[in-house]
């Protein structure tokens, strides 16, 4: 018997319309509706005139090309346990012949003496605006890419062929030195020798964002790194600043996690680099890199898929620090917090870090106070 809102003193119908869609409850031995709530009107136009006079059957509204796939999802609500819900998204027309998605969920209500099912309770909810704005984003997240990609690649021949006047005025330097050495005088050798600092600067900044176009270009693969090997070759690498400098590392034992070793000895280089070359005057770096794996609600804060492992590996030096106010701003490319010429550098480093965190699915930030110390934390998956 199909039931209104005139049965049962109105009372499904109270309950139904504070639900977010068509709340229905489907007959499986007549494939008919037992009862359907207002909201069928408010979604889709209809009345529950209008349903009885398609025999109670919602089939008809389903879009043509929705109908099979929707049958077939009906006979899995058949073999749910009490206690499951199962959910499938199909195209209903409105009354003025207007398609929507929606999202149906359904679970058991009733079974007969030997457990078959003969009712399934469902629930449709209009998610078509959802779909029209994931839609929206996907493709805006698509134009982003492209225009990435286009400023990357312009990046990449600009600084390359950059290079060749570069190459130029160097030579012309040197046949200048060399032919017209008494001629030019002590004023114009000096000339000469900022000419040539200025295209070795122009030279390393080239070079610096050479790099950082290869490290978003990289289709290197990821395979299982042990990230204690790494550091490990980082400070083989730096061995001599590092006795220049008496830094002290104090390092934790770090975990084997799916990477591109080359891009993991890259960020540990300009990690520990940073450390380094941001040091008080007069007071040997310390550097301590700490590890530690992500309890299931620190992944809830950070937003990280809950089904993987992560772990947040912390750079912690006793350098100059910087205003809490640059600690997102330092990640920019080309982006300086000091003068040149108190700590020389072209600016890319920490953006280079952040590109490679980037492509690890992981995140990077970065506290900090004045005279105070920084500390640098990455946070990578186990598994990509």
């Known amino acids: 018997m199909f039931q209104s809102s005139s049965d049962n003193d109105g009372l499904p119908d109270k309950i139904t319309d504070f639900f977010p869609g068509i709340v229905y409850i489907y007959d499986t031995d007549t494939r008919k509706l037992k009862y359907i709530n207002r909201k069928i009107t408010e979604l889709l136009g209809y009345s529950l005139t209008d349903v009885r006079t398609w025999g109670n059957d919602l089939m008809r509204i389903v879009h043509k090309d929705d109908q099979e796939n929707v049958n077939t999802e009906l006979q899995k609500f058949i073999s749910l346990q009490d206690n499951e819900s199962y959910s499938y998204n199909s195209r209903l027309t409105d009354k003025s012949g207007t398609w929507k998605h929606f999202r149906t969920m359904g679970t058991v209500l009733h079974r007969d003496g030997r457990g078959q099912v003969v009712s399934i309770l469902f629930i449709a909810q209009d998610i078509t605006s959802e779909l029209e704005n994931q839609l929206n984003l996907e493709e805006k997240i698509r134009d982003l890419d492209r225009s990435n990609k286009e400023?990357?690649?312009?990046?990449?021949?600009?600084?390359?062929?950059?290079?060749?006047?570069?190459?130029?005025?160097?030579?012309?330097?040197?046949?200048?030195?060399?032919?017209?050495?008494?001629?030019?005088?002590?004023?114009?050798?000096?000339?000469?020798?900022?000419?040539?600092?200025?295209?070795?600067?122009?030279?390393?900044?080239?070079?610096?964002?050479?790099?950082?176009?290869?490290?978003?270009?990289?289709?290197?693969?990821?395979?299982?790194?042990?990230?204690?090997?790494?550091?490990?070759?980082?400070?083989?690498?730096?061995?001599?600043?590092?006795?220049?400098?008496?830094?002290?590392?104090?390092?934790?034992?770090?975990?084997?996690?799916?990477?591109?070793?080359?891009?993991?000895k890259q960020l540990f280089d300009n990690l520990l680099n940073n450390s380094i070359k941001f040091k008080r005057a007069d007071v040997p770096p310390v550097i301590t890199i700490r590890c530690l794996r992500l309890t299931h609600r620190q992944k809830e804060q950070h937003h990280l898929d809950a089904g993987n492992t992560w772990f947040k590996i912390d750079f912690t030096d006793n350098g100059i620090g910087f205003e809490p106010e640059y600690n997102q701003r330092i990640f920019q490319i080309f982006q300086r917090l000091h003068g040149k010429t108190e700590f020389p550098g072209s600016g890319i480093g920490l953006a280079i870090c952040k590109k490679i965190i980037d492509q690890h699915k992981g995140l990077i930030y970065a506290t900090g106070d004045p005279d105070n110390g920084a500390t640098f934390t990455i946070i990578l998956p186990e598994h990509q």
Request: charged share 25%; hydrophobic share 40%; no cysteine.
């Open 151 to 264: 400023l990357e690649e312009f990046a990449y021949v600009a600084s390359h062929d950059m290079n060749e006047p570069l190459r130029k005025i160097t030579t012309f330097i040197e046949r200048l030195e060399n032919k017209y050495k008494t001629e030019l005088g002590s004023d114009g050798r000096l000339y000469l020798t900022r000419i040539s600092a200025s295209v070795d600067n122009m030279r390393h900044l080239i070079d610096t964002l050479l790099e950082f176009s290869r490290t978003a270009r990289s289709n290197q693969p990821f395979t299982q790194v042990d990230l204690n090997g790494i550091v490990k070759d980082v400070q083989t690498d730096l061995e001599l600043k590092i006795e220049e400098t008496a830094t002290t590392v104090h390092i934790e034992v770090l975990p084997a996690l799916e990477a591109i070793p080359s891009q993991m």
